[in-house]
């Protein structure tokens, strides 16, 4: 960062002098110009404004958004920092978990348009699963309407776990009007979040059928994985509230490898017709993540 005041001050030194003339008032209000421009030109054009942090005795969370692009748009991370010993959840957390949640202020005209998730852990605690991560996560987002310079505030939403889960809230404001140029660490920050979001389906790693049991009891879903990948660790996402992270694994006539989830109780009177279900499949070093879609 550039202290402009101790880059003008041969010059405020002079201006106070008792001779002050107009040239050199005529320079001052000349740097006074300058010195934004150069500050913008220093720190180039993304800019990154960030929220303060908020704390609870399981960590602390901030709101990280860049500069609005061309179409309104204007995207961010979501900070969240356990404490050592402490995890935070995935979009579907597992047996008692709280998935997390953010949400405009009331009255906002800018929406919370899409969040995504990097690849979780299965963390095990006794008899219960947990879908989550036990260090410091960044969940990119995106607003949509939120092209103005406004103050934008967002309510937070999600859980913090040690021995029992506590809900952890917050209403996080981020002003990019306040900000000067751009803070690279943030801007670094919210690239990096993105990159470790799983893709979706390539040729060589995709899902390439899938089909639910009549009775309900089982999941089975066939996939393409990458040479030589070890065997895969699939979560599915089902009805909100429910994620299937059990299963096995065979190989199929083809060479495909054959993963049947067992589904455990569904909600009452679920039907499988026009449901859309998430699979997220992490195959050594890569992952992949898509939709079921069921007819």
Same mark, same amino acid.
């Given at each position: 960062?550039?202290d ?6 041969p010059?405020?030194r002079q ?10 008032? %005529?320079r +001052? $209000? ?5 010195v934004?421009l ?5 720190t180039?054009? !993304?800019?990154? @404004?960030?929220?303060?942090?908020a704390t609870?005795e ?7 958004l860049?500069?609005a ?5 204007r995207e961010?991370v979501?900070l969240?920092e356990?404490k ?6 995935w979009k579907?957390?597992g ?9 405009p202020?009331a009255?906002s ?11 979780p ?7 219960m699963?947990?879908v ?9 987002l995106?607003l949509a309407n ?10 937070a939403?999600?859980?913090v776990?040690?021995?029992i889960?506590?809900?952890?809230? %917050?209403? +996080? $404001?981020?002003?990019?009007?306040a900000e000067?140029g751009?803070?690279?660490d943030?801007?670094?920050? !919210?690239?990096? @979040? ?6 979706g389906?390539s040729e060589?790693?995709?899902v390439?059928?899938h089909?639910?049991?009549p009775?309900?009891k ?7 994985l990458?040479a030589?990948?070890p065997a ?8 909100s509230?429910h994620v ?22 569904l909600?009452k ?5 026009g ?8 195959a ?10 069921f007819e």
């Amino acid at each position: 960062m550039i202290d402009s005041s101790t880059a003008l001050h041969p010059l405020f030194r002079q201006a106070f002098r008792q001779d002050f003339r107009p040239a050199v008032r %005529a320079r +001052l $209000t000349g740097l006074a110009v300058l010195v934004p421009l150069c500050l913008v030109a220093l720190t180039g054009t !993304v800019q990154a @404004a960030s929220s303060a942090w908020a704390t609870n005795e399981g960590g602390r969370m901030r709101l990280v958004l860049l500069a609005a692009k061309a179409d309104g748009t204007r995207e961010g991370v979501l900070l969240v920092e356990p404490k050592k010993g402490w995890i935070t959840y995935w979009k579907e957390p597992g047996d008692v978990g709280i998935p997390p949640s953010i949400t405009p202020a009331a009255g906002s005209d800018y929406t919370v348009a899409d969040v995504d998730f990097p690849v979780p852990k299965l963390l095990s605690t006794g008899d219960m699963q947990d879908v989550g991560y036990d260090h410091s996560v960044a969940l990119p987002l995106v607003l949509a309407n939120a092209g103005s310079d406004r103050p934008f505030k967002l309510s937070a939403f999600v859980g913090v776990c040690q021995n029992i889960c506590i809900p952890f809230q %917050a209403d +996080l $404001t981020v002003d990019p009007a306040a900000e000067i140029g751009s803070d690279p660490d943030e801007t670094a920050l !919210v690239e990096k @979040a993105k990159r470790l979001v799983p893709p979706g389906p390539s040729e060589d790693f995709r899902v390439t059928a899938h089909a639910m049991q009549p009775d309900l009891k089982s999941l089975q879903v066939s996939l393409r994985l990458p040479a030589g990948a070890p065997a895969p660790q699939v979560f599915v996402s089902g009805p909100s509230g429910h994620v299937y992270v059990e299963g096995t694994a065979a190989t199929g006539p083809h060479g495909e490898t054959l993963y049947t989830v067992p589904i455990g109780k569904l909600p009452k009177g679920y039907t499988m017709a026009g449901k859309r279900w998430g699979i997220l499949v992490v195959a050594g070093e890569r992952a992949m993540e898509t939709t079921l879609a069921f007819e």
